[in-house]
């Protein structure tokens, strides 16, 4: 393809996949800890259904009200991934990812007070898988900042670097 029919970026690009500089690794770990909290409090949810099918009565209270505490936990979640976006140079799916198991959760909780099982037991078994994996995937290893090529701004504009150097 012509370069010269390519149009120059308007901003730079930011790294793809987890990468962060000594500073800004302390962004992870807010949503790191409140993601996990979300993670217990809905495998939590299971047991507390468990006990109200072996006959504890009083574990469906203890569910119901569990359910609302890992919604709130969960939109807690999607808060904490914002300084992992914007001050660890971070992935922005965390935060769409939470979002959308609130809204999982809202649904969830829905067809709970309706008595429909048939959808909310399989969903819910479904909101602890995916509440497992970004739990998982929040806890996986920061990789640091690559360091910047010889003439070149960190995060700069690849098709610029690559004019000036004539490539």
């Known amino acids: 393809m012509n370069r010269d029919l390519q149009l120059p970026r308007s901003s730079p690009r930011r790294p793809r996949g987890l ?20 993670a217990v409090l809905l495998f939590d949810q299971a047991v507390f259904a ?16 569990n359910a609302t505490v890992a919604g709130i936990v969960v939109l807690g979640a999607a808060l904490a991934a914002v300084p992992v976006r914007w001050l660890g140079n971070g992935p922005i799916w965390p935060i769409f990812a939470c979002l959308g198991l609130f809204g999982l959760i809202a ?8 008595r429909i099982l048939a959808v909310h037991v399989p969903l819910g078994v479904s909101i602890i898988l995916l509440t497992t994996v970004l739990a998982v995937r929040a806890w996986r290893p920061v990789r640091p900042a690559a360091p910047p090529v010889a003439g070149q701004e960190p995060h700069g504009d690849t098709l610029a670097v690559a004019r000036e150097s004539g490539s």
């Open 19 to 38: 990468r962060a500089g000594p500073a800004s690794r302390w962004a992870y770990v807010p949503f790191r800890i409140v993601i996990t909290a979300a």
């Open 50 to 65: 468990g006990q109200f099918l072996a006959g504890t009565f009083g574990s469906l209270h203890t569910h119901r009200e």
């Open 107 to 114: 649904l969830q909780i829905a067809l709970g007070f309706a």
